[in-house]
Structure formats: C-alpha cells, structure tokens
C-alpha cells in the first residue's frame, strides 16, 4: 500500500504476549520494523472497518486495496466504474458477475484514497511507432 510521509506521534499500546510474537514474527518476514509492521496493520484494519468489502493482498506491485470476492484490486474495480462514467446500471451490465455494493465500495475506497491508483502511463523511454 501506498503510504503518505506524515508527520507521526508517540502512541503507546500493551499487547498481549500472542500478538506481540506474532507481530514481530510478520514483521521480520516482511523485513519491517514492528512498529511500521503495527502502522500498516492498523491503518488496514481501519480501513476495512471504514469500508466493508475492501481487503489487503499483496501483490507484486506491493499490499494493495482489493475488493472482496472479486480478485480485482479496488483501484481496477473503480476504474471499470469510471470508464462507464459512473453509471452503475451500465456498468453491471457488461460485468454482470459483480454486485452493485462491490462497484460502489471500491469507487467510495478511492475517492478516499486516489493515490491508490497506479500511474498508468508508459516510461519515457518508450515510445510509439508508427507504420
């Protein structure tokens, strides 16, 4: 997941012993601090509580926003909203595997979160050529 540089405070919390362990333990796999391990859990779980449907994955691309029971992450989800200019009818009607609660939790997700969604455009050393 993308995470934004801000200015970060002191918060002091007892753990259980259990989730002590198992923190540090996902922590060194994921060869982060426990602390920046705790943030990123956190800061998921409260996103998720806020937005019922999204769940963390990791990808290669990083731990990502994915709507839940799609395989799509959220930002690929809003996508296909928006190319239907946010008409939900239309845009369930040419994925009719999705549910209308998915189309509008993962647009709601982003607009909250816009740097969630990729730059998609080519490096700049690629370039088109033409025939």
Not at 12 to 25: C, G, T
Not at 84 to 95: E, I
Not at 99 to 118: F, G, K, L, N, S
Request: aromatic share 8%.
């Amino acid at each position: 997941m993308i995470q934004k540089r801000t200015k970060s405070v002191h918060f002091n919390a007892r753990l259980p012993r259990a989730v002590a362990d198992r923190l540090k333990e996902y922590a060194s796999r994921r060869r982060l601090t426990a602390s920046a391990a705790a943030v990123e859990l956190l800061d998921e779980a409260l996103r998720m509580e806020r937005f019922p449907g999204i769940d963390f994955r990791w990808t290669p691309g990083g731990r990502r926003a994915h709507v839940t029971g799609t395989g799509l992450a959220a930002w690929e989800l809003h996508m296909i909203w928006r190319d239907h200019k946010g008409d939900l009818r239309k845009a369930l009607a040419h994925y009719p595997h999705l549910r209308a609660e998915q189309v509008q939790t993962a647009a709601a997700y982003i607009r909250e979160h816009p740097e969630e969604i990729p730059d998609l455009r080519p490096p700049a050393y690629v370039s088109t050529v033409r025939a």
